[in-house]
C-alpha cells in the first residue's frame, strides 16, 4: 500500500526530522554560549502561521522528539492557540512562553 501525502505534510515532517540540526542550530549554540532561555525569539519560525507551528509541535511529540527548547523557537507572540492535550510531562514551560508572549487560549486535556 502507497501512503501519498500532501505537501504540507512533507514539509512538516521534513522540518521535524532536521529541526536540531538546521532549524534549531543557532538557537542552541546561543543557548550553550548565554545559559539562559530567551523571552522571545525572532527565528525561522516566527513567519508561519500558528496552526503550521502547532502541525509541528505535534508531529514532533508523535515522533517521541520533542523537546523543552521547541517550545522556545515554536511558541511565538502570533501564536492564537495551543494545544497541549500532546504533553505528557511538565506543562509549565509551554504554558508560561505563552503566556509571556502572547494573550494565547491554551488548552489541553
Known amino acids: 500500500m502507497v501512503l501519498l501525502m500532501t505537501l504540507k505534510q512533507l514539509c512538516v515532517e ?9 532549524w534549531c ?3 542552541l549554540e546561543l543557548l550553550k554560549l548565554h545559559g539562559s532561555n530567551f523571552m ?8 508561519i502561521t500558528p496552526q503550521l507551528c502547532q502541525d509541528v509541535l505535534n508531529q514532533l511529540k508523535k515522533k517521541k522528539k520533542l523537546k523543552k527548547h521547541h517550545y522556545d523557537v515554536l511558541i511565538a507572540s502570533s501564536t ?4 497541549l492535550s500532546m504533553v505528557q510531562n511538565d506543562v509549565g514551560h509551554p504554558l508560561t512562553l505563552a503566556a509571556l508572549r502572547s494573550s494565547v487560549s491554551v488548552f489541553f486535556f
Open 14 to 22: 521534513s522540518i521535524c526530522e532536521h529541526i536540531d540540526d538546521i
Open 80 to 83: 492564537e492557540g495551543l494545544d
Open 40 to 47: 522571545f525569539v525572532l527565528g525561522p519560525f516566527s513567519e
Open 25 to 27: 542550530k543557532e538557537y
